[in-house]
């Protein structure tokens, strides 16, 4: 494995011979990893609150929306969107109450 790092020391991608396995990183400002490409082309995106810099949400796509994930204040889950795209009366997006029961 090849690790390689920007001019600031932070990972800029993992590799092993010709084969790329991340890749494209990008950081926020506060140096949280806020997206990578994966080797086959899919890439991560990730959302922080601003003012706590916790995880707020995940997505993967490749081109188009492969899943989305987001979470509140206090780590519980809050959405879990499908592979788009679905027509609305097949959503079958997945919601969390307060007490991080399923509601839906």
């Known amino acids: 494995m090849q690790q390689t790092f920007d001019a600031k020391g932070r990972l800029a991608s993992i590799a092993a011979g010709s084969t790329t396995y991340v890749n494209n990183f ?4 506060a ?8 080797g086959n082309g899919v890439t ?13 949400s995940l997505s993967y796509a490749n081109g188009q929306a492969i899943l989305g994930t987001n979470w509140e204040q206090r780590g ?17 997006s997945t919601r969390y109450g307060i ?3 399923l509601t839906r």
Not at 26 to 29: A, D, K, L, S, W
């Open 99 to 101: 007490s991080v029961r």
């Open 26 to 29: 990008n950081y926020t400002v």
């Open 44 to 56: 991560a995106s990730f959302g922080f609150n601003a003012a706590r810099l916790q995880l707020e």
């Open 31 to 38: 140096g949280q990893v806020s997206a990578f490409s994966y």
């Open 76 to 92: 519980a889950k809050t959405a879990q969107h499908p592979p788009t795209p679905c027509k609305k009366d097949e959503d079958e």
